[in-house]
Each structure stands twice: as structure tokens, then as C-alpha cells.
């Protein structure tokens, strides 16, 4: 015979979990009706996903409070203490992939108004996997189904590949010139937000398993740190910093570049990147201000002082640093001595990546 306590116990934990599942069941509409808009070109649909974020908005701070009372009231321990602080945890990355569905009803809203033709079943393929995936990891933790989570958590690696391989379809048809300079930005963030949606997934995986097993998946060592490097125009020193980062294929890592305010690549630069036998990111010139949130980065390089005076005030969980190096782009003289400010800033900048990653992971590279 269970006790009143018990009752109340299991009428708490089920109320949340009913709370996370609607939560969910929003983020997915949102998602669904974005992708929609943007096959249909309803920019009426955009503004609704826009306009109902706000209920997500709204269920995020129901669940805390319901946690948080929970917490007082039950004084759980345990298990239930261990769903309450990965409930916690969930809801904030509900929150994250309601905010990345209202970026993609933006990006639907930019593209409307270029009239340009969409490869809509890259962004079909992509949503057709890390949506189900949400839709399985929220399974699998309010079931406490650890065997879903595990299966659900390695579909993350398939969207990370579709998403790279999105990319560069698209710089091509850039070249072969598909549709406007104007357009690639919005295209490669709605790539990049459902990419994000598969990320938060795999993360809600880990807090399910750590509801079953007390085990916390995020403190092993397969931890990734996603690292971002940032300068003035990336056209030069973030590219040759992150092709030069991505070369150690370290599985750990994840390598991204931005500019404060972006210009085509340095041919200079491009050309010297190659006879370094290193590859060139495939990505268009980023502006600082079309990237995720800088707290999604654990670690972001300023490469001088325009970068470093553009960041915000430190996120809460993001770590800066601020690496002196000089840009050959700027440099002048016979090429000979072009060619060794490249090499001085190529190495200067290696030793600095082969420190950083070290540092954080225990990784000795060659």
C-alpha cells in the first residue's frame, strides 16, 4: 500500500514530465511548421512560429517552478533528485531548439523576400533526422529508457555529416551562381539550427542516462569543446586558424571561424592555406552576428584587438582568450617576404592550437 507521500511523489514527477512532453511536442510543431514555410515560401507560417515561441517561452518557466517546488516540498532523494536536476538541465535545451525554430522561420522571412529557389530536400533530409531524434531523446527520458537514449545519441554524428555536406553543396551552387551572395547566409543557418536541434537532443540523451544510471556522460573524456576563432574580417587569420585546427582531426574538437565584418577570402592567404596541404573551410564569410548564441562555444579566440573589443561581456560558460598575431594579409614587400609572415603567423598560431588543445584534453599532437 503505497503512503501519501508516495502518491504525492509520483503526482509531482508525473506533472513535470507531462510539462517536458508538451514543451517537446511545441518545439517539434515549431520546427515542422518552419521547414513548412520555407517549402511553401508562407511567410504568413514564419510569423506564427515567431509569435507562438513565446508559449515555449512560458513553459520553460512553468517547469522551473514546478521543479523548483518539487524540490522543496518532496526534499527527494536519489533518483527523484537526479530527475529533478536533469529536468532542469532539459528544459533549458527545449528552450534552446524553440529559439532555433524561430531562427528558422527568420531565415524563411529573408529568403521570401530574395525570391530565390531553395534545395528543400537537403533541409527535408536534415529536419527528417534530428527531429525524430528530440522526439526519441524526450522518450527516453521520461520512460528512463536508457537503451533509446544510447541508440538515439548516435544519430547526432549523421547530422553533423549531412549538415557539412549541406555546406558545401551550397558554396558550389554559390560559384555556379544559383542564387545570390545574399542568400547563403540564411541557407547555412538553417542548416546550422537544425544541426544545433540534433546537439541539444544528444544532450537531453546524456541527462536521461544520467537518470538511470547516476552515471554523468558529460564529465568522460569524449567530451567535445567546441572552439570558435574570431578576427575582423575572416578573410585570413580565423580561416588559416581553423584549417590549421581542423588538420589534427581531433574527434573531440569541433573548429569554427568568424568575422566582425567579413570579406572574401585573401587570395594570398587562400593560396598559401593550400601549399600547406591544409583544406579550406568550407564556409562563406561569417559575420559574428549570424552565429549561435557565443555561449554554445566552450572556448572563443579573439586574433586581434577589433575581435576582442566585438565580444559581449563573457558568457556564463564560455571562456575567451586573446591571442597577439600578426595578419600577413596586411603585409607588404617582395614575396619572399610575404611568404615568411605567412609562415611566421602559421606557426605562431599552431603552437598556440597545439597548447589550447593540450591544455584541455590531455592530447599531445605532432
Request: glycine fraction near 4%.
Given at each position: 500500500?503505497?503512503?501519501?507521500?508516495?502518491?504525492?511523489l509520483?503526482?509531482?514527477?508525473r506533472?513535470?514530465?507531462?510539462?517536458?512532453q508538451?514543451?517537446?511536442?511545441?518545439?517539434?510543431?515549431?520546427?515542422?511548421?518552419?521547414l513548412?514555410?520555407l517549402?511553401l515560401?508562407?511567410?504568413?507560417?514564419?510569423?506564427?512560429?515567431?509569435?507562438?515561441?513565446?508559449?515555449?517561452?512560458?513553459?520553460?518557466?512553468e517547469?522551473?517552478r514546478?521543479?523548483?517546488?518539487?524540490?522543496?516540498?518532496?526534499?527527494?532523494a536519489?533518483?527523484n533528485?537526479?530527475?529533478a536536476?536533469?529536468?532542469?538541465r532539459?528544459?533549458?535545451e527545449?528552450?534552446?531548439?524553440?529559439?532555433y525554430a524561430?531562427?528558422?522561420?527568420?531565415?524563411?522571412?529573408?529568403?521570401?523576400a530574395?525570391?530565390?529557389?531553395?534545395?528543400?530536400?537537403?533541409?527535408?533530409?536534415i529536419?527528417?533526422?534530428s527531429?525524430?531524434?528530440l522526439r526519441?531523446?524526450?522518450?527516453?527520458?521520461?520512460?528512463?529508457?536508457?537503451?533509446?537514449?544510447?541508440?538515439?545519441?548516435?544519430?547526432?554524428?549523421?547530422?553533423?555529416e549531412?549538415r557539412t555536406?549541406i555546406n558545401g553543396?551550397l558554396a558550389?551552387?554559390?560559384?555556379?551562381?544559383?542564387?545570390?551572395?545574399e542568400?547563403l547566409?540564411p541557407?547555412?543557418?538553417?542548416?546550422?539550427?537544425?544541426?544545433?536541434?540534433?546537439?541539444?537532443?544528444?544532450n537531453?540523451c546524456?541527462?536521461?542516462?544520467?537518470?538511470?544510471t547516476?552515471e554523468?556522460?558529460?564529465?568522460?573524456?569524449?567530451?567535445?569543446?567546441?572552439t570558435?576563432?574570431?578576427d575582423?574580417?575572416h578573410?585570413?587569420l580565423?580561416?588559416?586558424a581553423e584549417?590549421?585546427?581542423?588538420s589534427?582531426?581531433?574527434a573531440?574538437?569541433r573548429?569554427?571561424?568568424?568575422?566582425?565584418n567579413?570579406?572574401?577570402?585573401e587570395a594570398?592567404?587562400?593560396?598559401?592555406?593550400r601549399?600547406?596541404?591544409?583544406?579550406?573551410?568550407?564556409?562563406?564569410?561569417?559575420?559574428i552576428?549570424?552565429?549561435?548564441?557565443?555561449d554554445q562555444?566552450?572556448?572563443v579566440?579573439a586574433?586581434?584587438?577589433?575581435a576582442?573589443?566585438?565580444?559581449?561581456p563573457?558568457?556564463r560558460?564560455t571562456?575567451?582568450?586573446?591571442?597577439?598575431v600578426?595578419?600577413?594579409?596586411h603585409f607588404?614587400?617582395?614575396?619572399e617576404?610575404?611568404?615568411?609572415?605567412y609562415?611566421?603567423?602559421?606557426?605562431?598560431?599552431?603552437a598556440?592550437i597545439?597548447?589550447?588543445?593540450?591544455?584541455?584534453?590531455?592530447?599531445t599532437?605532432?
Amino acid at each position: 500500500m503505497t503512503t501519501h507521500y508516495e502518491e504525492s511523489l509520483q503526482h509531482d514527477i508525473r506533472r513535470i514530465a507531462e510539462r517536458v512532453q508538451a514543451m517537446a511536442a511545441l518545439d517539434e510543431r515549431a520546427l515542422r511548421d518552419s521547414l513548412k514555410a520555407l517549402q511553401l515560401g508562407d511567410r504568413q507560417l514564419a510569423y506564427t512560429v515567431i509569435l507562438r515561441d513565446r508559449r515555449i517561452d512560458e513553459l520553460e518557466r512553468e517547469i522551473d517552478r514546478l521543479c523548483l517546488d518539487f524540490l522543496v516540498r518532496q526534499q527527494p532523494a536519489g533518483g527523484n533528485l537526479r530527475l529533478a536536476y536533469a529536468t532542469i538541465r532539459i528544459n533549458l535545451e527545449l528552450e534552446r531548439i524553440g529559439d532555433y525554430a524561430e531562427s528558422v522561420a527568420r531565415q524563411v522571412l529573408k529568403l521570401i523576400a530574395l525570391n530565390v529557389a531553395t534545395p528543400i530536400h537537403r533541409f527535408v533530409e536534415i529536419s527528417d533526422l534530428s527531429i525524430p531524434m528530440l522526439r526519441d531523446a524526450v522518450k527516453a527520458f521520461v520512460e528512463r529508457d536508457a537503451e533509446l537514449a544510447k541508440r538515439t545519441m548516435k544519430i547526432e554524428e549523421e547530422v553533423d555529416e549531412l549538415r557539412t555536406r549541406i555546406n558545401g553543396e551550397l558554396a558550389q551552387a554559390l560559384a555556379q551562381q544559383k542564387f545570390p551572395i545574399e542568400a547563403l547566409t540564411p541557407l547555412m543557418t538553417i542548416a546550422r539550427r537544425f544541426e544545433r536541434v540534433s546537439d541539444q537532443a544528444k544532450n537531453i540523451c546524456q541527462e536521461a542516462l544520467y537518470v538511470c544510471t547516476g552515471e554523468y556522460s558529460k564529465h568522460k573524456h569524449d567530451e567535445v569543446f567546441r572552439t570558435l576563432f574570431l578576427d575582423a574580417n575572416h578573410s585570413s587569420l580565423s580561416l588559416m586558424a581553423e584549417a590549421i585546427a581542423n588538420s589534427l582531426n581531433l574527434a573531440t574538437f569541433r573548429f569554427a571561424s568568424a568575422g566582425v565584418n567579413p570579406q572574401p577570402i585573401e587570395a594570398r592567404t587562400a593560396k598559401f592555406i593550400r601549399e600547406k596541404g591544409l583544406k579550406l573551410p568550407e564556409v562563406a564569410p561569417q559575420p559574428i552576428s549570424q552565429l549561435d548564441a557565443l555561449d554554445q562555444f566552450d572556448i572563443v579566440v579573439a586574433l586581434g584587438a577589433e575581435a576582442l573589443k566585438a565580444l559581449p561581456p563573457v558568457p556564463r560558460k564560455t571562456v575567451y582568450f586573446d591571442w597577439t598575431v600578426e595578419d600577413p594579409s596586411h603585409f607588404g614587400g617582395a614575396p619572399e617576404q610575404v611568404k615568411a609572415a605567412y609562415e611566421a603567423t602559421y606557426e605562431a598560431l599552431r603552437a598556440h592550437i597545439l597548447d589550447l588543445v593540450e591544455a584541455l584534453s590531455g592530447q599531445t599532437t605532432n
